[in-house]
């Protein structure tokens, strides 16, 4: 998933990343590209995660695990850093969920019932970044669908999402609804449709298993 997000990362972007699987891109960026990873709690040139022993308790992301600085990071207050969100400053942000929705719409920071401190920076994300791509599991730990006709958890934004990765396919969601753009190899289309409770058409580029294996 983290590799598939990469790809379309373009030399001298600015890209925010949430916690959990987007924290993994910076690993498969290109070496030739030259791109600044944003954090929400302040800093503008995310580096690679510490060696054992290299760890500093005062540098974290916004899942508070320790990071490094890249050459020529900056570190600043987290109302500058929503200054920047806010402004349309980042070309995307990368994010976890916990359920997407057939029309782009984002549910990721609150499951009903359950006590959280709070909704955290996802909402201004999805209304400031020029684009936003989700990467999650396809489905729940129960086996349940995570890709809805409707969300039932609250949203953080609604019709936000420009394209979600898990690790079952690959779907951009466009004017004329949600499209598969790529299957994970081994996936034939009985079993995405079954995982899948969104309705979605599919690119003609898309090739799948065949469902005799």
């Not at 290299?54 to 992301?61: F, G, R, S, T």
């Not at 420009?162 to 598969?180: P, Q, S």
């Amino acid at each position: 998933m983290a590799a598939i997000g990469a790809e379309e990362i373009q030399d001298g972007d600015y890209i925010n990343l949430g916690i959990g699987v987007p924290m993994l891109v910076p690993g498969n960026i290109a070496p030739e590209k030259r791109v600044v990873f944003h954090s929400e709690n302040g800093l503008l040139g995310i580096g690679p995660y510490p060696l054992p022993g290299e760890e500093d308790p005062d540098l974290i992301n916004a899942g508070k695990e320790t990071i490094s600085l890249a050459e020529g990071a900056v570190v600043f207050d987290s109302a500058e850093s929503f200054a920047m969100i806010r402004g349309g400053k980042l070309d995307a942000t990368y994010l976890g969920a916990l359920q997407v929705s057939e029309s782009g719409d984002l549910a990721n920071w609150n499951v009903p019932g359950k006590m959280v401190k709070g909704m955290g920076g996802a909402m201004d994300l999805v209304a400031g970044a020029k684009r936003v791509v989700v990467l999650m599991d396809h489905t729940a730990r129960d086996g349940s669908a995570k890709v809805l006709k409707e969300c039932t958890f609250p949203l953080t934004g609604a019709g936000v999402v420009d394209r979600l990765i898990t690790n079952l396919a690959v779907f951009d969601f466009t004017d004329e609804g949600m499209v598969l753009k790529r299957v994970a190899p081994g996936v034939t289309e009985t079993q995405l449709r079954e995982a899948t409770e969104a309705a979605f058409s599919v690119d003609p580029s898309v090739h799948f298993s065949d469902e005799r294996e």
